[in-house]
């Protein structure tokens, strides 16, 4: 008589577990920094300069009913959305074009090494005298998220399997379908990764061109907050920029998930909680 050998699955309610505990964690650590500086601000500084949450938050929720929150942040959301576009697009075209030629990557690559740690905001003195400042906004999106989508489209071009590429040309695959069925799913999951980092660094200039240029949308209101000394209402529209990050966050791991649902990492991810 044999028994046996085999392990249970386990079941989504073993795995509940630590992701419940990681779960409240999150929440315990948000509310130990939002008591935290409650307590910093009523006992060091002025609540007419450094307001407390308790000021904060009820602001931050009357602006919610404020059509001019919501119009700032589409404005904000629209020169994110339209300098991601032009950033994936064109990181993904030269991307393509400089790692699919050797010779070429070798010749590029010093220069885009020196050119990379150029914030774009540095173009700004230039720009100003050419385009008005929603342009200026979405073209310094574009550079600085360009540059993350280049470089993740190149490492993945490097990781591709040299082995699955001499068996597509063995099977006689044409460039274009080597390119689809080898090349393109090892650089997508860099892709994703890009996206992840880009989606943060993208509302963070376009808030920025707000702040310095007047550019109209979420920067803006913040600057002309501080400018006529609403310093509560200035800290209520930080806190909702920081929710709107957080939102953008979660959307682009969401696309990434669905994006690659059949990658093993995706898989062990979502199996993990």
Known sequence: MTTSSRVPAPTRGSAGGPVAGRRLLGVVGLLVAAAGYE??????????????????????LRLL????????????????????????????????AIGSVPWLLR????????????????????????????QITVLLVAVSCF???????LYGLRDVDRVAVDTARSLRLGPLARVVHVTWPSVLPYLGTALRL??????????????????????????????????????ALVLLTGGVGILLDLGARLAERRLLHWHVATRREVATG
């Open 39 to 60: 307590a910093v601000t009523r006992t060091f500084f002025s609540p007419l300069h450094v307001p407390p949450l308790s000021a904060v938050a009820p602001e931050a």
């Open 65 to 96: 009913t404020e059509a001019r929150f919501w119009t700032a942040t589409g404005r904000t959301l629209l020169a994110v959305a339209s300098g991601l576009v032009i950033a994936v697009v064109a990181g993904i075209v030269v991307g393509f």
């Open 107 to 134: 010749v590029t690559s010093s220069t885009l090494d020196f050119l990379r740690p150029v914030p774009s905001i540095v173009l700004i003195p230039v720009l100003v005298l050419v385009l008005d400042v929603a």
């Open 147 to 153: 540059w993350i989508v280049l470089f993740q489209v």
């Open 198 to 235: 880009i989606v943060s660094v993208a509302l963070a200039l376009a808030v920025t061109g707000g702040l310095v240029m007047g550019a109209a949308g979420l920067g803006e209101l913040i600057w002309r907050s501080q400018e006529s000394g609403e310093f509560t209402g200035m800290y």
